[in-house]
């Protein structure tokens, strides 16, 4: 006989997990006292938002459900904005929620949620278990679910006396991810219309990669001379300098790319769903009939034909997809080689940052410095905002696992997510882009680095407005500001009154130094660099925008 609580543990440790966000809450004690007798690293967060985004982080990097668990109500709210993440992105994630007591559903009791209504638009499956004998089938069918096809988050809720009611039931085992496979025949098919392409290019997104499938189709790309996109904040699916990267294909995309892409007459399309963002608002690809030849590889049938009908539609994971890729080989030297070295040059050209701006502090310099001094597998993070431009298009991404960042553009994503990534990987170096209004959505956070002596390096890009919507502001409703001006803290003093290292950049020059001392310090640290709001993008100011 065992409790519900002790039944829940029990499953997460059948199935691998190893790490867990939380807040706690009394409605699920029984769980956190049955976690008390494990190995599970519990990291306590300071708000549901912010632990979400941490489980999504752990989804990210490993391709592994990220659990996290909070309390009914204002909990489960809280933790929705990490669940929509997980749910555009992609993202295996399990959210345990603590649920009022069986008796007194439907009665509007204390903290109460009916969170199939509420919850199921930005989850795969969400569900409730009223008998503790089934905790072992519903936790395995949620690990299943959120790994399977088009992965993404599932939502399990516990009522609080279930949990501790005791029962007998089966022992939990681990749960066995779906694959889909490519069959030989269309890995035929798509030789031949590599074959007789004149103008292709290759386009990675989504999820369901590993380090392997990505090095594999870096060598098959290399063998067919393949120009190779990655999608919006899948940057890390792909070496930057190799010399057939052709660049981001997101928001703000290179315009000798954008044409390139509308020009092709074969894109090869694996594993995302080219949603608004790095379809430029659907625009480089026509909906639903594209003009270029479509081979669309992706691990869920349903995504195949939804928006973009296909030539060729490949259900199949990206691993398994790149794994039967090692029989296609070119007859020869393919006609566009040419083309492909040109479009690496033109990335080349775009990714290099400008030397001037307004202001004291040049963002272009900085970017320099860091591509200079950090290495291949630092991992970088970010939320929304454009001071995020300075990494998407200036970073040059060397290596997979080396990005946490939010295709969904959720503020606040940044700093939990460093905070998952550095207690996933300690020996790596992790840097996390915040803007000011960014940082200050989940920035409570920096108490769980400290707690856990974490050491991220928090660099706060502060032009003291919400960037983005005042520069559409500006150019909307030129001169008539509204809402998009801030007043912020002192970051750095605020780093050190959590007991972390603080800096400040009011020149550029200052920077190098201060990063060195941060990087020193061993402790997390905020940079606060102020940036002057006319700074708005690298090549036009506030008022070039507003002056149209």
């Known amino acids: 006989m065992k409790t519900g609580g002790q039944l829940v543990v029990e499953a997460l440790v059948a199935n691998g997990v190893r790490r867990i966000s939380c807040v706690p809450g009394e409605s699920y004690l029984a769980v956190l006292d049955a976690l008390h007798d494990t190995d599970i690293d519990v990291i306590v967060c300071r708000q549901e ?3 979400a985004m941490m489980a999504d982080c752990w989804g990210r990097l490993t391709g592994e459900p990220g659990v996290c668990m909070v309390t009914r109500g204002p909990g489960a709210t809280n933790a929705s904005a990490g669940l929509h993440v997980a749910k555009q992105d992609s993202i295996p994630m399990i959210l ?11 009665r509007e009791a204390f903290q109460e949620i009916e969170y199939r209504r509420a919850f199921t638009e930005v989850a795969k499956w969400v569900g409730e278990i009223d008998d503790p004998a089934r905790i072992p089938e519903f936790v395995t069918r949620a690990f299943t679910v959120a790994t399977s096809g088009r992965p993404g988050p599932v939502v399990l809720t516990l009522p609080e006396d279930m949990l501790t009611e005791s029962t007998e039931a089966p022992l939990a085992r681990a749960y066995q991810p779906v694959e889909s496979h490519p069959g030989q025949s269309q890995i035929t098919r798509l030789k031949e219309l590599l074959s007789v392409a004149k103008r292709p290019i290759a386009i990675l997104g989504g999820t369901r990669w590993s380090a392997e499938s990505v090095a594999g189709f870096q060598r098959f790309a290399e063998r067919w001379r393949l120009p190779v996109g990655c999608s919006f904040r899948r940057q890390m699916l792909f070496d930057h300098l190799n010399p057939v990267y052709a660049g981001d294909v997101g928001i703000g995309i290179n315009p000798a790319l954008a044409k390139e892409i509308k020009e092709a007459d ?5 594993g995302g769903r080219f949603s608004e963002m790095p379809s430029s608002s659907y625009t480089l690809l026509d909906v639903p009939y594209p003009r270029q030849t479509l081979v669309h590889v992706h691990p869920d049938p349903a995504e195949l034909g939804r928006v973009y009908r296909p030539d060729l539609a490949i259900a199949a994971t990206p691993r398994d997809f790149v794994a039967a890729l090692d029989d296609i080989r070119p007859a020869g030297e393919p006609a566009w080689s040419g083309r492909t070295a040109a479009m690496h040059e033109a990335y080349l050209k775009w990714s290099t940052p400008p030397e001037k701006g307004p202001g004291d502090v040049q963002m272009g310099p900085i970017m320099n410095w860091i591509e200079a001094n ?26 997979y696992g080396a990005q946490a960042a939010p295709a969904s553009g959720s503020m606040g994503y940044g700093l939990p997510a460093a905070v998952a990534a550095k207690q996933l990987h300690p020996g790596r170096e992790v840097v996390c882009f915040a803007g000011d209004g960014c940082f200050l959505m989940h920035g409570q956070e920096f108490a769980t680095a400290i707690r856990y ?3 991220i390096i928090v660099l706060v890009i502060n032009n003291g407005i919400y960037g983005t919507i005042r520069m559409h502001q500006e150019r909307e409703y030129p001169g008539r500001v509204s809402a998009t001006d801030l007043t912020n803290p002192d970051f750095a003093a605020l780093a050190r009154a959590y007991g972390g ?18 990087r020193a310090s061993g402790k997390p640290a905020i940079i606060e660099i102020k940036l002057d709001p006319e700074a708005i993008t690298p090549t036009r100011t506030l008022t070039e925008i507003r002056n149209g």
């Open 49 to 51: 938002g912010g632990a």
């Open 96 to 106: 345990f929620i603590g649920q009022v007591q069986r008796d007194a559903r439907e």
């Open 266 to 270: 074969l894109v090869l399309l694996v």
């Open 374 to 399: 950090t290495a291949p597998d630092t991992i970088f993070t970010n939320g929304a905002g454009n001071y995020a431009t300075w990494l998407h298009r200036f970073h040059r991404f060397r290596r």
């Open 453 to 455: 002596q974490l050491p």
């Open 501 to 518: 290292h603080g800096e400040t950049v009011v020149r550029t020059a200052e920077f190098a130094d201060a990063f060195l001392r941060a």
